[in-house]
């Protein structure tokens, strides 16, 4: 359903540009920080896009750079009937910039458009100006828009002026959609029905999992509302370390559960690029994409990237050095969490290695975890053979979480198949064999 009070607040801050837009063709010389028509914030009603410009606590000139760049996304017409108002038998108006798209039929407003309406002729104001696309700044901080690169040899602020992709969505309906895999975010989003009862841990390895629980839930008041921002960086970066199946997925898929944080776990295959450069193009995309976001970042099989860097004996080293020190960068500088997830703790580079806050350990199950495992994922319709100890079965073997996941699926299947609801001993020892025999292990 239409949000029809935030189009009607979007019909007022349009005609505020209107307005500003006017008052610059008509005041070449004038200030904007004093003489400038200014956006009465407090008497709008508290809709989404309202909301994100209080949110972000813009200034009135942010307010008119914002509100431009977003008029061609909600009127393609609207720059062009307002220049054509203010000059009924027409002009070039050079100082106006703005160009046309390949299929947007309007004007997209550039940095020389938001030039002159911000400094006008002011020599001094249109020299400042381009600080507001800074990387320090609001708008890049933020990523809520930037200057697009312009065409080569011509001047930079002839570039188009672009809203980041979400950003739109934000303003307008207050809901960004999540990404969906492609080459531009190779990362699928882990979701998951159970819950941290069927997480089965030592409490030395579940004490360390709420600590970081503790982190997604009281971060944000620790750097903003005690000002520990400056001192401390926003990001926390944990490493995930011990053999497969013992529950690493899944503890970072409940993580975000239960604390209303995405999670998204990087394809490593999609990433990793023979090309020079393109690997940390691809990342790059991944964390300006991420940032912001409050998604947490899973990197499954990290040693694939996140591995120690060798002596340099030829180009190929000396590139796979560049990358590791450039994700190395990239993850300090997240400010999210982000979980490396290995089988081998050594396997990580040790500069990786010193800036982490956390290292949890996932040691295989000892025999009264395992037996915790076998009880809490048998279907309660199966029913065991009374020749069946669950007890001796867990002290006798010694296998993870997914292995007796996989061993009760099999016996499962195998019951059904015989029209029956009661596993038998020889069908529950065949099925721990098949597990032994994948990974070439003794029975």
């Known amino acids: 359903m239409p949000n029809t009070s935030n189009n009607s607040e979007l019909t007022v801050i349009f005609s505020f540009l209107k307005e500003v837009i006017t008052w610059r063709v008509n005041n070449p010389t004038g200030l904007f920080q004093t003489d400038a028509p200014t956006l009465p914030l407090a008497s709008l009603n508290e809709t989404v896009t309202i909301k994100f410009i209080k949110d972000k606590k813009l200034t009135q000139a942010e307010i008119v750079l914002f509100v431009l760049t977003l008029v061609p996304y909600v009127a393609p017409n609207f720059l062009l009937e307002t220049v054509s108002e203010a000059f009924p038998s027409g002009t070039d108006l050079p100082e106006f910039g703005g160009v046309k798209g390949k299929q947007h039929r309007g004007i997209l407003p550039t940095g020389e458009t938001a030039q002159f309406i911000i400094a006008g002729s002011n020599i001094s104001e249109r020299m400042e100006f381009i600080t507001y696309f800074s990387e320090n700044e609001t708008f890049e901080r933020n990523r809520i828009l930037y200057l697009d690169r312009a065409p080569d040899d011509e001047p930079m602020l002839s570039g188009r002026i672009l809203l980041y992709p979400e950003i739109f969505y934000l303003v307008t309906t207050g809901i960004v959609p999540a990404p969906k895999m492609s080459s531009d975010f190779p990362a699928e989003k882990l979701e998951t029905a159970l819950t941290f009862e069927d997480l089965i841990l030592n409490k030395k390895t579940m004490q360390e999992i709420q600590e970081l629980q503790n982190w997604l839930n009281h971060h944000h008041t620790f750097h903003h509302d005690w000002g520990m921002k400056d001192r401390v960086k926003a990001g926390y970066r944990v490493l995930f370390h011990g053999p497969p199946g013992t529950g690493k997925t899944l503890t970072a898929s409940l993580l975000g559960k239960h604390t209303g944080h995405p999670v998204y776990r990087i394809d490593l295959s999609t990433i990793v690029s023979k090309y020079i450069g393109e690997t940390e193009k691809n990342l790059a995309n991944l964390f300006d994409k991420a940032a912001h976001k409050d998604w947490i970042l899973f990197f499954d099989e990290a040693d694939a990237i996140f591995g120690k860097r060798t002596n340099v004996q030829n180009s190929n080293d000396k590139y796979a050095n560049q990358e590791v020190s450039y994700l190395l960068q990239r993850v300090e500088s997240h400010p999210g969490l982000v979980i490396l997830a290995s089988n081998f703790k050594d396997n990580i580079d040790e500069a ?87 990974e070439d292990r003794l029975f």
């Open 352 to 438: 990786f290695m010193r800036r982490f806050q956390s290292i949890c350990e996932f040691e295989k199950p000892s025999s009264e975890e395992r037996f915790e495992l076998w009880t809490t994922n048998l279907p309660s319709k199966l029913k065991l053979h009374p020749e069946i100890d669950l007890q001796q079965i867990s002290d006798k073997y010694e296998l993870t979480g997914s292995h007796i996941v996989n061993i009760i699926q099999y016996c499962s299947i195998d019951v059904l198949s015989r029209k029956t609801n009661m596993l038998t001993l020889d069908v529950l020892v065949k099925g721990i064999r098949k597990e032994f025999t994948k």
